[in-house]
Antibody, heavy 116, light 107 residues
Framework: QVQLQQWGAGLLKPSETLSLTCAVY????????WNWLRQTPGKGLEWIGE???????NYNPSLKSRVTISVDTSTNQFSLRLSSVTAADTAVYFC??????????WGRGTLVTVSS | DIQMTQSPSTLSASVGDRVTITCRAS??????LAWYQQKPGKAPDLLIH???ILKSGVSSRFSGSGSGTEFTLTINSLQPDDIATYYC?????????FGQGTKLEIE
């Protein structure tokens, strides 16, 4: 059974860089694409981007200029960096495993608040 | 991006009812559609993928149908534990998008 555990800073100031990490336990790390999504009351669920075992990435064009997703296969972890954050980036961020296009595995979510 | 529109936004029903949630895509997504259930403070939980395939372990009271641009999620014999927000998600394009959600309430 695949389980995802995520962590990272929950309070940022405008212009700082958001940094979150997700560790994958159980199952096959190589069998999935590893994703980041976020959720706000206003915009709902928004897909941020994904990475596979070989490091190939795919980002949402709306965030692409500020997003970097990386993977560490030695520890079965993947990370999100979102630069130059503003209040609009305040959200609950989820890591998730993608199978054929659906997300069967999710982390618990991390509330990230951007405030001066 | 492909826009996903759910209706209704809120649905109130009684225990034992059959409820239906509709999801419409702004363009053809074939059958590349998933449904999720989300309870407050939790991550979304996959219910159905490829429009109608129930995830292992999900109650058979849940079913999905549709293809192209129109899809439905049906819950038979509504139970109190079904109280949640339901989302559709398309994966026909390389930018995955979700509906805005349907909040299901018990009358």
């Amino acid at each position: 059974q695949v389980q995802l555990q995520q962590w990272g800073a929950g309070l940022l100031k405008p212009s700082e860089t958001l940094s979150l990490t997700c560790a994958v336990y159980g199952g096959s790390f190589s069998g999935y694409y590893w994703n980041w999504l976020r959720q706000t009351p206003g915009k709902g669920l928004e897909w941020i981007g994904e990475i596979n075992l070989s490091g190939s990435t795919n980002y949402n064009p709306s965030l692409k200029s500020r997003v970097t997703i990386s993977v560490d296969t030695s520890t079965n972890q993947f990370s999100l960096r979102l630069s130059s954050v503003t209040a609009a980036d305040t959200a609950v961020y989820f890591c998730a495993g993608l199978r054929l296009g659906e997300f069967p595995y999710w982390g618990r979510g991390t509330l990230v608040t951007v405030s001066s | 991006d492909i826009q996903m529109t759910q209706s209704p936004s809120t649905l109130s029903a009684s225990v034992g009812d059959r409820v239906t949630i509709t999801c419409r895509a702004s363009q053809n997504v074939n059958r590349w559609l998933a449904w999720y259930q989300q309870k407050p403070g939790k991550a979304p939980d996959l219910l159905i993928h490829k429009a109608s395939i129930l995830k292992s372990g999900v109650s058979s009271r849940f079913s999905g149908s549709g293809s192209g641009t129109e899809f439905t999620l049906t819950i038979n014999s509504l139970q109190p534990d079904d109280i949640a927000t339901y989302y559709c998600q398309q994966y026909n394009s390389s930018v995955y998008t979700f509906g805005q959600g349907t909040k299901l309430e018990i009358e």
